[in-house]
């Protein structure tokens, strides 16, 4: 059984971006298990004073991603950049090596949302992780008022996440490929 672990951008609770990740919960495969990570907003701000000892939640993070087979991530966009509190997130996880190679799905549900999606690969190529191109496809759902039932019965929604899900899987089998 391969464990993928869902991040999401976003705290709003209506989010698109968690949405189509529950949605991608929905449709995995057999064989795949998706799991959401909801603590983004428990985590305190970043401090390399106490990186080598972190807080309980940055401990619990790190080992839920390492243990993983691969990550799926879906960031919304605010004033061209990251959120701050998912860029704290993965403040904590810059020096866990365990992490380096991971093999990495980066989802865009926004076409006009370039610059964080650009900022995003950088930093996860920065941290070592693998952004699998077969994985990150632009399924655009901000703004649309779709729920995670929708997003999964659309044909035209779940076919490139249910794609994105199984190309995620096969790199985590094959670590040596191309991204």
């Not at 869902?6 to 968690?18: I, V």
Request: net charge negative; with cysteine; hydrophobic share 50%.
């Amino acid at each position: 059984m391969k464990t993928l672990i869902a991040l999401s951008g976003s705290l709003r609770r209506d989010s698109a971006n968690t949405a189509l990740l529950r949605a991608a919960i929905a449709l995995a495969p057999p064989g795949v298990r998706i799991v959401l990570y909801e603590g983004t907003d428990r985590l305190p701000f970043f401090n390399p004073d106490i990186e080598a000892d972190p807080p309980p939640a940055a401990r619990e993070l790190r080992a839920l991603l390492s243990a993983a087979d691969g990550i799926i991530v879906a960031s919304p966009e605010y004033a061209h950049g990251v959120p701050g509190a998912f860029k704290n997130m993965l403040d904590w996880l810059v020096g866990c090596a365990e992490l380096s190679s991971k093999p990495v799905a980066l989802i865009n549900t926004s076409a006009r949302a370039v610059h964080a999606q650009a900022a995003l690969a950088e930093i996860l190529a920065t941290m070592g992780w693998r952004v699998i191109d077969a994985a990150s496809p632009v399924i655009a759902v901000a703004n649309r008022g779709f729920d995670q039932a929708h997003m999964a019965a659309d044909p035209a929604l779940a076919g490139p996440l249910l794609a994105a899900i199984e190309a995620l899987a096969q790199a985590s089998v094959e670590p040596g490929l191309p991204s």
